[in-house]
């Protein structure tokens, strides 16, 4: 009688070191969007608070809004980093959609030998090269 074989243990998919390291700034980034919006909050809360509630109501609540779309804007941000770090389809499309934009608006200004351009087209490269790593 044949001994049991071993079961088949599959490897999860690797992480390519530049993805693993866009997906770290892309996380930095969002932080800091949130951390911004937090303090944009609180900076509006403080000022309508030591100010005896004399700012003018249009612009607390301006203040506001602005604080909370800088904030969600970063809750989005953290999520396509995450995304990215566990290799999600989505995340890779999302992420090639806004380096296209970068390409096309530095494209349209003839911007072409900027160092903007030039990161945003070896980053589309780049991620175009591996994206049968995502899933």
Not at 20 to 34: C, E, K, S, T
Not at 73 to 100: D, K, N, S
């Given at each position: 009688m044949p001994p049991p074989s071993e079961p088949t243990v599959y490897a999860p998919p690797s992480r390519p070191l530049g993805v693993?390291?866009?997906?770290?700034?892309?996380?930095?980034?969002?932080?800091?969007?949130?951390l911004g919006g937090l303090l944009l909050l609180a900076d509006v809360t403080a000022i309508t608070y030591f100010n005896g509630g004399g700012l003018p109501q249009l612009l607390h609540a301006t203040g506001v809004f602005a604080?909370?779309?800088?904030?969600?804007?970063?809750?989005?941000?953290?999520?396509?980093?995450?995304?990215?770090?566990?290799?999600?389809?989505?995340?890779?499309?999302?992420?090639?959609?806004?380096?296209?934009?970068?390409?096309?608006?530095?494209?349209?200004a003839g911007d072409f030998a900027s160092l903007g351009f030039i990161v945003s087209l070896v980053l589309f490269v780049y991620l175009v090269a591996v994206h049968r790593h995502f899933d």
């Open positions: 693993a390291i866009l997906a770290v700034l892309v996380g930095i980034v969002g932080f800091l969007w949130i604080g909370l779309i800088v904030l969600i804007f970063g809750l989005i941000v953290l999520g396509l980093a995450l995304g990215l770090w566990h290799l999600r389809m989505w995340a890779l499309v999302l992420t090639l959609l806004v380096v296209i934009v970068e390409l096309v608006s530095y494209g349209l």
